[in-house]
């Protein structure tokens, strides 16, 4: 593990600062060094790194997912000027749960920004599930999250505050539970033409230096207003959640903020919707009508068979050797979906139904039949293979 000194807290307040005009030199400062997908994203990083100094007026401590599909697309450099402006920042490489439980308890009032750096290699697939960590991060999105560990030395059990603001940038996607928990940026790499600034530590950090010190004067001096707003939210649930605080710095900033606050609170929660990554059961739905096509029923062995042909679906690779009838098993268990042992034209054998997934295709992937034609697979019917007669004989 890698790690900065966190900074000393800036407390001396600046009051008469011009919001809108510093958000604006934030915007600056980064768009200098790196090129953002768009404005929405542009926004949303500066609001998050404004709000990380004001963790205390918060109920929700939003996440930031920076991710690229591949190197060099500029997300260490955005997550390094973030952490040239961010309050407190204690950046990480491969850390551990233990360590940063005690990062983010030894300072409970006013807790460090984490940042994670190369985040694919502790959530990736490769890298197990670091499921403590993952919870951490999870359970730290609410302010009253808090996690009990038991202290052998005094013999006593500590509640550890897990509540601070992080940002994680990785290859990749990060787990879905943090994903829901963050604002999304995604990075792609610079095309011809496109240019930047060269980023040198020892010459531009002071400028970024002076930057947060005006940035965290004008934060904390309306610490109390933003404890108390209540913005008004185009978006509801967790999306609302998260994006409040960063709304409610961009209304205090005044200008033109409050509009483009807003507008990316917008964008950026629809295009998470729309290019998330599909939860593991909710793809695994998906994939089975198309396996199905128009049968009524399948052995097990063939709808596992048909899953893994599809080179695009990760069937074929999931696990260590692919999907299993267990596993498979498993994963639509939590739909209440089952096999059964049937009389098929092959033989008996373990078998799904149509009827078993009709319920959770209509709930969790429906499509977008048109009207009268509800019911039919998105994609077109596969060929027959044996065992798929209409009639079947169930034990």
Request: aromatic share 6%; with cysteine; proline share 7%.
């Amino acid at each position: 593990m890698t790690t900065t000194t966190p900074d000393a807290p800036l407390v001396q307040p600046e009051p008469a600062a011009d919001g809108a005009a510093l958000l604006d030199q934030v915007r600056a400062a980064i768009a200098r060094y790196v090129i953002l997908p768009d404005e929405h994203a542009m926004t949303g990083v500066v609001l998050w790194v404004a709000a990380t100094h004001a963790v205390p007026a918060w109920a929700h401590a939003t996440r930031l997912v920076i991710r690229a599909p591949e190197k060099r697309c500029g997300k260490s450099r955005l997550l390094q000027l973030i952490q040239a402006l961010s309050h407190q920042p204690l950046m990480s490489i491969n850390v551990s749960s233990s360590a940063m439980y005690r990062s983010i308890a030894m300072a409970e009032n006013d807790p460090p920004t984490i940042l994670m750096d190369e985040a694919d290699t502790v959530f990736g697939p490769k890298a197990g599930d670091n499921e403590d960590l993952r919870g951490l991060l999870n359970g730290g999105f609410d302010r009253d999250a808090y996690t009990l560990r038991y202290d052998a030395g005094i013999r006593q059990v500590e509640a550890l505050s897990t509540f601070a603001m992080a940002a994680l940038a990785g290859i990749g996607t990060m787990p879905d539970t943090i994903e829901d928990r963050a604002v999304v940026i995604r990075m792609r790499r610079r095309a011809p033409g496109e240019s930047v600034a060269p980023y040198r530590m020892r010459r531009d950090r002071p400028g970024m230096d002076g930057l947060k010190v005006h940035l965290n004067r004008w934060v904390r001096a309306n610490l109390r207003d933003l404890e108390l707003a209540v913005p008004e939210m185009p978006i509801e649930d967790r999306a609302a959640d998260l994006w409040e605080p960063l709304i409610a710095i961009a209304d205090l900033a005044g200008g033109h903020w409050p509009e483009d606050a807003r507008e990316a609170a917008l964008v950026l929660s629809e295009d998470r919707e729309a290019n998330a990554r599909q939860s593991v059961q909710s793809r695994l739905l998906a994939d089975c009508r198309t396996a199905f096509g128009d049968a009524n029923a399948l052995p097990s062995s063939v709808l596992l068979d048909r899953l893994k042909e599809d080179s695009e679906a990760p069937w074929a690779t999931y696990g260590n050797t692919g999907l299993n009838p267990r596993r498979l098993a498993e994963l639509l268990r939590e739909f209440d979906i089952t096999s059964r042992t049937m009389r098929l034209d092959t033989g008996q054998a373990k078998a799904y139904t149509r009827a078993d997934f009709a319920d959770a295709w209509e709930r969790y992937c429906p499509t977008e039949a048109a009207p009268g034609q509800a019911g039919l697979p998105s994609q077109p019917s596969q060929p027959s293979h044996g065992g798929e007669s209409p009639g079947q004989t169930m034990f």
